[in-house]
């Protein structure tokens, strides 16, 4: 079953906008990422974040995970006509290898 | 180093033959996950495999579907006597079995499945 959900499930914004996704989640977990696909490609990572942490950056990506409200976000900021993708999250519920849990994602559309 | 391949990207079967994705993970990489992703969904969890073992199918029905990583060459994913339910994507993932990086997951390009 989906982990969670993505909010909103589609976004529209001109260039150089920020952009802001939310994920929800329903049981304990060890890490959450995020994952980027272009249409009809495969998934790419781009951000880890353990259940410790509570804010972490990479480029003009910043995460943040609540895991008291079960919930994190993804800001990516100054965006690009590239940045257009779906943006799932993924929860580990282990430490070790263990399958990820997708969320349904969410469909950024960058204006050029 | 290619990353994850897999092939064949599309795959047009009729309903009742047999369907085969393979998949080759990241060089040095043990584990090996399948997901399959409807039109509009997320990846839904199928199978986890390490070299010669499934470790985790509980995604995957128990019926018509196989999945299996030998010790030499590629993972593979069967479908038996495949159905119009069964077109979807198949996206095959790979991981290191240990470090920094064994949570990370590395994804291939998919196979595109469709049944006629």
């Known amino acids: 079953s989906q982990q969670g959900e993505e909010d909103p499930q589609a976004l529209s914004i001109q260039e150089g906008e920020n952009a802001t996704m939310n994920c929800s989640y329903k049981?304990?977990?060890?890490?959450l990422q995020w994952y980027r696909q272009n249409s009809g490609r495969g998934l790419v990572h781009l951000i880890l974040?353990?259940?410790?942490?509570r804010e972490k950056h990479s480029g003009r990506l910043r995460v943040t995970l609540d895991t008291s409200k079960k919930s994190s976000s993804l800001l990516i900021t100054a965006s690009r006509a590239a940045d257009t993708a779906s943006y799932f999250c993924?929860?580990?519920?282990?430490?070790?290898?263990?399958?990820?849990?997708f969320g349904k994602g969410t469909r950024l559309s960058v204006i050029a | 180093n290619a990353g994850v391949m897999q092939n064949p990207r599309h795959l047009v079967r009729r309903r009742g033959q047999e369907a085969r994705l393979r998949c080759s993970p990241m060089?040095?990489?043990?584990?090996v996950y399948w997901y399959r992703q409807l039109p509009e969904e997320g990846l839904k969890f199928m199978v986890y495999?390490?070299?010669?073992?499934?470790?985790?199918e509980s995604g995957m029905p128990k019926e018509r579907f196989s999945a299996e990583f030998p010790k030499e060459g590629p993972s593979i994913l069967r479908i038996q006597q495949v159905v119009r339910g069964d077109s979807a994507a198949y996206f095959c993932?790979?991981?290191?079995?240990?470090?920094?990086?064994?949570?990370?997951?590395?994804f291939g390009a998919g196979t595109r499945l469709s049944v006629l």
């Open positions: 049981t304990s977990i060890n890490n």
């Open positions: 495999l390490q070299k010669e073992n499934i470790i985790d």
């Open positions: 974040i353990r259940s410790n942490e």
């Open positions: 993924a929860t580990g519920p282990g430490s070790g290898n263990t399958p990820l849990v």
């Open positions: 060089k040095g990489h043990s584990h």
């Open positions: 993932a790979s991981s290191p079995g240990g470090g920094l990086a064994k949570n990370i997951q590395y």
